[in-house]
């Protein structure tokens, strides 16, 4: 995790906030603004980007809940953490779901959904 947040802190001092993901055979650098949301998977994590390309990491959604929180990104679910500017609407039924700009419908956890609408409010003018 420390290399992670290294490397998070100088490619965000170079303009960009970007997060380094490794892979089996190499480093990727992806900019924040191109994550969508990020889906656990066991002891995995599940990068869903912009241009519709999924990467996959062996690192837990905590790890980047940690890095991340910063950043306007929040986790609304065990499964699931949020680019929250990358959510097109909320759905009020079923106990709320947040539906991102990939059409995907994020469930809010219940624990989570009063931090949710206080986050999104201030968000709005």
Known sequence: ???LLQNL???????QP????????ELEFVPLHDII???AAGAYSTF???DGRKIMVSKNLKEYE????RHFFMRIHNSHIINLN????MLKTDGGYAVMSDGFPVIISPKKKDEFLRV??????
């Open 120 to 125: 999104m409010s201030h968000r709005s003018l």
């Open 18 to 25: 970007t997060l380094t993901l490794s892979l089996s055979n």
């Open 86 to 89: 990358k959510i097109q609407r």
């Open 1 to 3: 995790m420390t290399s």
């Open 37 to 39: 949301r990020i889906e």
């Open 66 to 69: 940690i890095l991340l929180c």
């Open 48 to 50: 869903h980007l912009v």
């Open 9 to 15: 802190n100088e490619l965000k001092s170079q303009g």
